[in-house]
């Protein structure tokens, strides 16, 4: 997943906050390069899957963010809340 990428997509469906923008791209990335999303799922952690998680929530960014990782914690039982913001 390319970070600018990231950023430039939620920055554009979302209008965050600079700080909350960089804080859900940061831990996205971490997310990314930790494994753990595709080691559970099988699938890759894509742009466009978090996009689609974080409109899903119908929150802002934050909080949407903080609710996926939340479920994906309690779905697979793993530790995804250091992911969390």
Do not use: C
Request: proline share 2%; charged share 35%; no cysteine.
């Amino acid at each position: 997943m390319e970070e600018d990428h990231l950023r430039s997509i939620l920055e554009e469906e979302f209008s965050p906050t600079h700080a909350d923008l960089e804080r859900v791209t940061r831990q996205a990335m971490k997310l990314d390069q930790s494994g753990n999303f595709k080691e559970d799922t099988g699938d890759e952690l894509t742009v466009d899957l978090i996009r689609n998680k974080l409109e899903e929530a119908d929150r802002p960014i934050k909080a949407g963010w903080n609710w996926w990782v939340g479920q994906l914690n309690v779905f697979f039982e793993s530790s995804y809340e250091r992911f969390q913001i």
